[in-house]
């Protein structure tokens, strides 16, 4: 079987879902076609609603300040649906020597924006707190090459704060190494705002003082359709054309033609088409693009990435012997043990359980210790049975399991990733019509990834206008 488009978006994961929807507001529907090599799309977006449960296998939420992932729902008209976390159970607490101590109020992109709160945090001794409070007399960095993550936190606020402030969140944003991880490609604004004042602290507090008495409702922080996030993957497939949609299809070879390309499937059917808008992951693609350009596809497999999986377990209330209050916490690499951080989900977004239900969810596997990830359901089970009872006090059996193991499944960008993408682009320019977009490049978030789907969509459809109209 043979079919020939316009545009052919290769994953049907959000970002895919994204660019494909962005193309039917300028294509016909039998001028695009979406190519899955799964059964079923979503790509990590994947929830299970069981039992009076609503369960999410990856993502939860995605942040509400990030307008692409608002502005999408109010496209597909699902914008009512729209829930924020639970204001009333907001806190998040790290677990140091088996303990868990509040995180301090006013860390703003991963650093502290409040004296106050910095000067009191349990979480660090009093060296670490003198410490990291001295951070406006560090002297700016003068070098404009790329820096690590913990080079920078280390340098301004101290190793104490890095290592049981910054380095837990981290984990639980990238499951990332902060000594490999690029500060340019992941929190550009705080090496920006070191360079223009010499301070991280200071300027913060500084815009803190002066919206002292202003009004006005506070940011949108982090959100989510009612019963999941599948919702906004279900209302894709809503207005998505069926038979421009091929699941079970797997890209084996791309071939380029004299004014496009040639996707030639697993199951032998080949696809014509004159642009291709690829979402699969960075390695994917990296084996579809070498043949092609060597240099492209060794650029491409060069992005790291981290396997890890995510635990859900069930109880009834009345097994839960002490109170939750918050929404959950972060375990530092420096804590040891197999867990990286746990969300208490029934906390977080009560409406997801029954009345008297308990869900929390836990998360395994990180840079340098993706072991967990790969254990077996029993060697899971163990080691969640233990995270149970010593921090939680549980100890009855969970009423449900849900195991969920993402391979390979999120991207780092590490020190010279920005680089990387800019010899990517220099790359494609010789190979006009393929786009690449997806979580490998330019962020990890859902937002991220729709703004990433929506702008190869018009760079592609830009391309085969340039085509017709030639």
Known sequence: MKATVRVAVVGGGITGL??????????RSDDL??????????????????????????????????PAGIELCRRLGIADRIRGTNPQLRRSFVKRAGQLHELPDGLTGLVPSRIGPLMTTGILSRYGRLRAACEPLVPRRTAQTDEAIASFVIRRFGREAYDWLVEPLLSGIFAGDGAALSLGATFPQLAATERLHGSVLLPMLRARFRKNGTSGPPPLGFVTPETGLAELVE??????????????????????????????????????????????????????????????????????????????????RSAVPQPLNGSGYVSPRMEGGSVVACTWTSNKFPARVPADGVLLRFFLGRAGSEGPAFATDDEIQDMIRAELAAVHGITAEPDLWKVYRWPRGLPQYTVGHLDRLALIDRRLAALPGLVLAGASYGGVGIPDCIKSGWSAADAAAAHVETLVAA
Not at 18 to 27: C, E
Not at 35 to 57: F, H, Q
Not at 293 to 315: K, M, N, Q, W, Y
């Open 33 to 66: 076609l979406l190519l899955e090599a799964d059964g079923r799309l979503g790509g990590k977006i994947t929830t299970e609603r069981t039992s009076g449960y609503v369960i999410e296998g990856g993502p939860d939420c995605f942040l509400g300040i990030k």
């Open 235 to 316: 209302a894709l497939e809503r207005v998505l054309p069926g038979p421009q949609v091929w699941r079970g299809a797997r890209v084996a070879e791309l071939i380029r033609l004299p004014h496009g390309w040639r996707l030639a499937l697993e199951d032998g059917r080949t696809v014509d088409t004159l642009a291709v808008v690829m979402t699969a992951p960075a390695f994917a693609t990296a084996e579809l693009v070498a043949p092609l350009d060597p240099t492209l596809g060794e650029t491409l497999a060069g992005i790291p990435f981290v396997s890890t999986a995510t635990v859900s377990v069930a109880f009834p």
């Open 18 to 27: 994204a660019a494909a929807h962005r193309l039917t507001t300028t294509l």
